[in-house]
């Protein structure tokens, strides 16, 4: 019997946004590992084991992850959202690298919705020009390079779709990304607020910058900044397509 | 009876890969309508009128679609991928700003898994850091800026998925774009270029820079450029999640 592991994305919340490619291997599992609230996703069933697993583990779980593939099981390892945007998928990859006998191991990434698409769906389409995706944690980088990523994608004028902006352990990274927008976007530049997203406890806001605060933010927001010519139209947020004649 | 509009994404072609959602609205709509190729993905059924229409009459197709919906009908507007990424929910709200009456309608945006989510899963998590996402035609906006867009994202390093990289009517730009990375990267610089992923005509080529050719990628190819991290392991593309001490 060889095992496999795939690594899925559940999608930001709603059951009506799981795939039905991530609905079906997560039938055939035999394991399932993930962060706690993820795991607690699937239902539980004869002849699967759950293994939920405390954030900041994401290294360990991806080593019993490829390990239990490695000794026959059908494994899912389950990410909110899309797995390959800022969630499990990298983990498992770099575990492998260290682990060469691994790399023959049947192992697909799946798909999922990610935050910033929900996100953006729900307040209209303010991603529906050029936009950069950030993740404004500096568990794993330094400041500086969130900064200057920052600035690279404001100063070209592309719309920015910002994760994991605030937390209780990294108060600050988000109000000096509000300093960085005052400094260089004019006071009505719009953002987006999307907590929870497709939710029980979604809560979508968008002000102009003028009114924007670090505390609309905490880790389950998802913030979209728009581009200069992001607008409302309605009750909704769009980006237009065209930009004529405007460029540096 | 009330109308309404979603703009639905059916993601890049697998049908494993819409949404519970999508599939839900499909099944009660009274119209449909999209570009010809994506209409053709939803079955003909007795009280269902599907109206396929070519390219490029995006905005026609957006104002005959909010017609319907005020008139009642339940209408769903296809995209392919995400309706809100280069695609079809902008074109609605483009032609609702220019009709306050059609404001108050019912519209909804469902999303998809675009492209780029796709492709970068069967190719392992290139796009696992910061990245940027680029529309590289220039029939709405100036090449110039297209051009400024690319190389803020690769000063700032980031990966960057490439839409609409080459068509038959927009040979050079792709070749344009290949020059700036010749400029700007390193000779081993990882490319991915994913041509019609998860349907019957996928393939899928992941080549360093040096070997890059701009007929490798067509009107149905995303291209995704690693960041200076980007690096295969075993028969995947990924981009590391840290990045320690590298700034400028």
Not at 93 to 112: I, K, N, S
Not at 122 to 151: M, Q, V, Y
Request: proline residues 6%; glycine residues 8%.
């Amino acid at each position: 019997m060889s095992g496999w592991l795939c690594i899925a994305g559940l999608g930001p919340g709603s059951e009506a946004l799981v795939t039905p490619e991530v609905r079906d291997v997560l039938a055939e599992a035999t394991d399932v590992l993930g962060y706690i609230p993820y795991v607690a996703r699937v239902a539980p069933r004869s002849g699967l084991t759950l293994h939920p697993s405390d954030n900041r583990q994401e290294l360990d779980r991806a080593r019993a992850a490829l390990a239990l593939a490695a000794a026959g099981g059908r494994v899912v390892v389950v990410s909110s959202g899309d797995p390959g945007v800022f969630a499990m998928a990298c983990a498992v990859f770099e575990v492998m690298e260290g682990r060469p006998d691994w790399q023959a191991l049947d192992v697909r990434v799946l798909p999922g919705i990610t935050a910033m698409l929900a996100a953006a769906a729900r307040a209209g389409a303010p991603l529906g020009h050029d936009f950069c995706t950030l993740n404004l944690s500096d568990n794993l980088k330094p400041w500086a390079l969130i900064e200057k990523r920052l600035r690279a994608a404001l100063g070209a004028d592309m719309a920015i779709a910002c994760y994991n902006p605030r937390s209780a352990s990294r108060p600050h990274g988000f109000e000096h990304t509000l300093q960085v927008l005052r400094e260089t976007c004019e006071p009505d530049r719009l953002l987006v607020f999307a907590r929870a997203v497709t939710t029980p406890n979604e809560h979508l806001v968008c002000v102009p910058l003028a009114e924007a605060r670090a505390d609309m933010a905490d880790m389950r927001t998802l913030v979209i900044v728009g581009s200069s010519t992001t607008r409302r139209v309605g009750r909704f947020v769009y980006t237009p397509r065209s930009v004529v004649g405007e460029c540096a």
